[in-house]
């Protein structure tokens, strides 16, 4: 699971400043934001104090969103039979429900942070293992995330909105093999 989508649930005005200041908000400013929430003062530490980690975070983000445009998609992707996937892409409402942040969830037990990486259009997925200062970094297959709740056609021309039914449902981009 991702411990900032759990933060961010916890801390919905967190996020309705952050669609009101901007676009994404990014790793370096939801760290502050959420303060200890995210991080403990020893993992900020294991994080800032680690160049190469730094770096590879540095950029990362998750996308603002308005919720009739998440909503639509959903509806849209409902469309098809729900599928399940070990990850997904979910969105986090603000405190007024009018907007939210789209962020990578998954089913793992792991303790882990993640966020987008790269341009929307092709964005991947960044996490951050705490636990055992572990950094994974996933491009995107030629189906990419649907960070802005729409999948483009990837390179087989097929890719797909689909509905991903799990505690915090989400929508996943695949084609049809």
Not at 89 to 102: F, I, R, S
Request: charged share 25%; with cysteine.
């Amino acid at each position: 699971m991702n411990r900032l989508v759990a933060a961010l649930l916890r801390r919905p005005e967190v996020v309705t400043t952050a669609t009101e200041l901007q676009e994404e908000a990014t790793f370096e400013w939801l760290a502050d934001a959420l303060g200890e929430e995210l991080l403990s003062r020893e993992e900020r530490a294991s994080v800032t104090g680690d160049a190469a980690l730094s770096r590879e975070l540095e950029g990362s983000y998750l996308r603002a969103i308005s919720a009739e445009r998440w909503n639509e998609s959903l509806e849209l992707a409902r469309a098809q039979p729900s599928v399940r996937s070990p990850e997904w892409v979910t969105m986090v409402p603000a405190g007024g429900g009018q907007a939210g942040l789209t962020a990578p969830e998954d089913a793992s037990d792991t303790d882990r942070i993640s966020l987008f990486r790269g341009p929307a259009s092709n964005a991947g997925r960044i996490s951050v293992e705490l636990a055992l200062a572990n950094l994974s970094v996933s491009v995107s297959s030629h189906c990419s995330l649907p960070i802005d709740s729409v999948c483009d056609p990837g390179v087989c021309g097929g890719c797909k909105l689909l509905y991903v039914e799990a505690p915090h449902e989400g929508l996943i981009c695949r084609c049809d093999d």
